[in-house]
């Protein structure tokens, strides 16, 4: 069932005071306060469903699965602007209002509302991970275990100049979400898979090969359920990771966060690479011990942290 909270007097990092937000999020699981706390943060397409009937994570999450909604309460937020109350998408205006540390401090106030002063993990794939680093800074004795999945603590000229380009077909294609949608299901997954997935077939109904048929198929599926406001929204908040922005340098901003801290990467991920995750693990086991950076190997991509369930679970087994 999705609920609501009202957060008040919220400045964003660009000083821009903002009197009054809605904030939504579900809850799964055990009874809130009568187990350990999950949080879980979406994605960009996502929304706080994460589990049970039309759930995103349904491979990770729920009775008996990895992260076990008979033994943890469950809670994931709706970002702001996502649409998915079909109330908020006309709320935000400005689609550059907020990024990922101005989302992370509104969760954190969230929390706070509801009265929670520490969480036994917070999990979140592709920009959910970029804002759970953000709240991990913002609240260094929060939380317990900060598992980011397929993301990194920053966004790279690589991952902007992508988001730059989905931002100049959102403004500027007829189609927007749905066009935006051709180019990210590209980056979101990899030439191995695509040919691996096809093999060139064609589909003679349609006149055309199968991965454009594919491709046309998720655009349209996206521009049914997901609004363009939502979209350059999410998208700008995955271009604006930052957590050393306006601090001091890497090391300096993490030195203070007590959390274990579990990287999780995918090997073929083209959108946030192993390799930068291998950079940040390296960085943090000169910092501190509690720190682990496990691999998904998978062809599919950045993709790969909503297909490979049984990997997931395995890296994660020793934290659930």
């Not at 903002?18 to 999020?25: A, D, K």
């Not at 960009?44 to 309460?73: A, P, R």
């Not at 006309?90 to 990024?99: A, E, M, T, V």
């Amino acid at each position: 069932m999705l609920q609501k909270l009202d957060i008040y007097n919220i400045t964003t990092t660009e000083g821009k005071c903002i009197e009054q937000i809605p904030l939504t999020y579900q809850l799964f699981g055990k009874p809130l306060y009568q187990a350990p706390i999950v949080l879980i943060n979406h994605a960009l397409t996502g929304n706080s469903t994460v589990c049970g009937e039309g759930g995103w994570w349904n491979g990770l999450v729920g009775e008996g699965k990895c992260i076990d909604t008979n033994q943890y309460t469950i809670l994931c937020f709706n970002i702001p602007g996502n649409g998915y109350d079909g109330v908020e998408k006309n709320l935000i205006k400005d689609y550059k209002l907020f990024n990922a540390r101005d989302i992370a401090a509104i969760f954190l106030e969230g929390l706070r509302s509801l009265q929670i002063n520490d969480l036994y993990a917070v999990i979140g794939g592709s920009v959910g991970g970029g804002i759970a680093w953000e709240l991990a800074v913002l609240s260094p004795n929060l939380i317990k275990n900060l598992i980011p999945i397929a993301t990194d603590w920053k966004s790279t000229d690589w991952l902007k100049a992508n988001c730059l380009v989905q931002e100049q077909i959102l403004l500027n294609s007829k189609n927007p979400v749905h066009d935006a949608r051709l180019h990210a299901m590209i980056i979101y997954r990899t030439p191995k898979s695509l040919n691996q997935k096809f093999d060139r077939t064609y589909n003679k109904e349609q006149e055309v090969y199968n991965v454009e048929s594919w491709l046309l198929h998720h655009g349209k599926k996206l521009d049914t359920r997901f609004t363009l406001s939502a979209y350059k929204q999410l998208n700008y908040i995955l271009a604006n990771i930052d957590i050393i922005k306006g601090r001091n340098d890497f090391e300096e901003v993490v030195r203070a966060i007590q959390s274990n801290i579990h990287i999780i990467s995918v090997d073929s991920d083209l959108f946030f690479t192993a390799e930068e995750d291998k950079i940040t693990f390296e960085k943090l086991r000169q910092l501190q011990q509690n720190v682990t950076h496990g691999i998904v190997n998978s062809v599919h991509g950045h993709d790969a942290f909503l297909i490979e369930f049984e990997q997931l679970s395995t890296l994660l087994k020793d934290v659930f």
